[in-house]
Nanobody, 123 residues
């Protein structure tokens, strides 16, 4: 089994910064894609940013230029640096590990979610 543990959420004032971390543990050979999603009250879960094992990144338009996703493949850990935070960034942020291969011959690959961490941007 694979577990994802998130950390780094909290309360921050508008314009402030936070850094989220998500560490994957368990039986892991490789993780093709890691990313962050968020869900605000009354809204659907939406993509924030993803990164491949090769370092290719993808961002939601709403966070481009403010958020940066990075990854440490050796530690199976993904980070989200969030700057210039706005009240509309308030949400529960979920880490996702997609296309996880537990062995070199594992098939099909699996997807896993973290439990979520609350980010609140308010004065």
């Amino acid at each position: 089994q694979v577990q994802l543990v998130e950390s780094g959420g909290g309360l921050v004032q508008p314009g402030g910064s936070l850094r989220l971390s998500c560490a994957a543990s368990g039986s892991i050979f490789t993780i093709a894609l890691m990313g962050w999603y968020r869900q605000a009250p009354g809204k659907q879960r939406e993509l924030v940013a993803t990164t491949t094992s090769g370092g290719r990144t993808n961002y939601a338009d709403s966070v481009k230029g403010r958020f940066t996703i990075s990854r440490d493949n050796a530690k199976n850990t993904v980070y989200l640096q969030m700057n210039s935070l706005k009240p509309e960034d308030t949400a529960v942020y979920y880490c996702n590990a997609d296309r996880v291969y537990r062995t070199p011959t594992d098939w099909p690959p699996r997807s896993y979610w973290g439990q979520g961490t609350q980010v609140t941007v308010s004065s």
